[in-house]
T-cell receptor, first 112, second 112 residues
Framework: GQSLEQPSEVTAVEGAIVQINCTYQ??????LSWYQQHDGGAPTFLSY????GLEETGRFSSFLSRSDSYGYLLLQELQMKDSASYFC?????????????FGGGTRVLVKP | SQTIHQWPATLVQPVGSPLSLECTVE??????LYWYRQAAGRGLQLLFY??????ISSEVPQNLSASRPQDRQFILSSKKLLLSDSGFYLC???????????FGPGTRLTVL
């Protein structure tokens, strides 16, 4: 079977750091993506890791360990606008049409 | 620049009625196209994807079907809607060799 596990909800205050973990078990793995979705909106791409290590994009960083089937998204200097759901997704590669298998999402609530 | 359109934005349909949701992409050629469904508070479930005109891959057996009559047009259909078809339907595209998927604004379908 295929599964991606991530916490359902995280609460933190403005300025804090939040780490969202994602463990996966899938048939076929090309890379791990992260998407952000505000309530009622469409998901938007945040980051992608194909190789082990840390990718940094502004306040957001993403990490991947292929040997551990594990990754995380790190949100730093949290702002109120970061309140949203965050999804990890396994990319199956070009041969599989670059299709994504999504986790259930982590709802992040930022408090003042 | 590329844009993706979906319509309608919201739809309320009776059980047993047909469905047709349309998605079009502008500003790119030969994109990979995807249909997802999202239940409230849940992750995205891939329904169909297409790597070219007339090429449709189905991910989940159900009473839905998809077609790609033109390069940048993707249509999701049903002959008879079920209550369980309610949800947020999202269309997405990606460049052939790309990793990022770009989502449309979505259609919120309620089947009564």
């Amino acid at each position: 079977g295929q599964s991606l596990e991530q916490p359902s909800e995280v609460t933190a205050v403005e300025g804090a750091i939040v780490q969202i973990n994602c463990t996966y078990q899938t048939s076929g793995f090309y890379g791990l993506s992260w998407y952000q979705q505000h309530d009622g909106g469409a998901p938007t791409f945040l980051s992608y890791n194909a190789l082990d290590g840390l990718e940094e994009t502004g306040r957001f960083s993403s990490f991947l360990s292929r040997s551990d089937s594990y990754g995380y998204l790190l949100l730093q200097e949290l702002q109120m606008k970061d309140s949203a759901s965050y999804f990890c997704a396994v990319n199956k590669g070009e041969a599989a049409g670059n299709k994504l298998t999504f986790g259930g999402g982590t709802r992040v609530l930022v408090k003042p | 620049s590329q844009t993706i359109h979906q319509w309608p934005a919201t739809l309320v349909q009776p059980v047993g009625s047909p469905l047709s949701l349309e998605c079009t992409v502008e500003g790119t050629s030969n994109p990979n196209l995807y249909w997802y469904r999202q239940a409230a508070g849940r992750g995205l479930q891939l329904l169909f994807y297409s790597v070219g005109i007339g090429q449709i891959s189905s991910e989940v057996p159900q009473n839905l079907s998809a077609s790609r009559p033109q390069d940048r047009q993707f249509i999701l259909s049903s002959k008879k809607l079920l209550l369980s078809d309610s949800g947020f339907y999202l269309c997405a595209w990606s460049p052939g060799p790309g990793n990022e998927q770009f989502f449309g604004p979505g259609t919120r379908l309620t089947v009564l």
